[in-house]
């Protein structure tokens, strides 16, 4: 159980629609982090939630948007997707306050853009 | 900007060999050094962390991790590596704002 948990699985969606991801964070986190995993590559960074807002940004257009909820949890929208956004979305809880411990990722939302 | 590097892109090794996974980073500040593992099909997973004090570290599984601040490395190290093994190995650093991903390295273990 990664404790960390994300929906749905996998979904196909066609270009220039748009995508709502759902992640819900480990007890006991407050902050919520989203990355981007194209094939073959690492991890890059989309943005963090921490109290509701965004506070920190990784080199992604603004169609890419995030809200986060008052019990944590999170959601990734993607608007007017291109074929380039298929990926394997992850997300990662941590705390957000006091000592940095490291993430705990979940199982990621595999996206295909068509 | 934070950067981190991997180099091996993929590795084989045979069962029982050791293994040493090369990672550098390049941000000034606190230094908060993780090794990730995904094993086929599974999420992300933590072997071990590096914030300050004892540049050895030791993880889980067997793994270990060496901090030479001179040569900004974080190097994953372990003696003998076994078939469940085989899985693909991040290095991350940074902070608890953001956290930037090596481009991950492949491990294959042999029989």
């Known amino acids: 159980d990664a404790g960390v948990t994300q929906s749905p699985t996998h979904l196909i969606k066609t270009r220039g629609q748009q995508v709502t991801l759902r992640c819900s964070p480990k007890?006991?986190?407050?902050?919520v982090s989203w990355y981007q995993q194209a094939l073959g590559q690492g991890p890059q960074f989309i943005f963090q939630?921490?109290?509701?807002?965004?506070?920190q940004r990784g080199n992604f257009p603004d169609r890419f948007s995030g809200h986060q909820f008052p019990n944590y949890s999170s959601e990734l929208n993607v608007n007017a997707l291109l074929l380039g956004d298929s990926a394997l979305y992850l997300c990662?809880?941590?705390?957000?306050?006091?000592?940095?411990?490291?993430?705990?990722f979940g199982s990621g939302t595999r996206l295909t853009v068509v | 900007a934070q950067s981190v590097s991997q180099h091996n892109h993929h590795v084989i090794l045979s069962e029982a060999a050791s293994l040493e996974l090369g990672c550098n980073y390049s941000y000034g500040g606190t230094v908060n050094l993780f090794w990730y593992v995904q094993y086929p099909g599974q999420h992300l997973q933590l072997l071990l962390k590096y914030f300050s004090g004892d540049p050895l570290v030791k993880g889980i599984k067997g793994f270990e991790a060496e901090f030479i601040k001179s040569k900004f490395s974080f190097n994953l190290r372990k003696p003998s590596v076994q078939w469940s093994d085989t899985a693909e190995y991040f290095c991350?650093?940074?902070?608890?704002?953001?956290?930037?991903f090596g481009s991950g390295t492949q491990l294959t273990v042999l029989p």
């Open positions: 991350l650093g940074g902070s608890a704002r953001q956290l930037t």
């Open positions: 007890s006991g986190h407050d902050t």
């Open positions: 990662a809880s941590s705390l957000g306050t006091g000592p940095f411990y490291g993430y705990t």
């Open positions: 939630y921490y109290e509701e807002e965004e506070r």
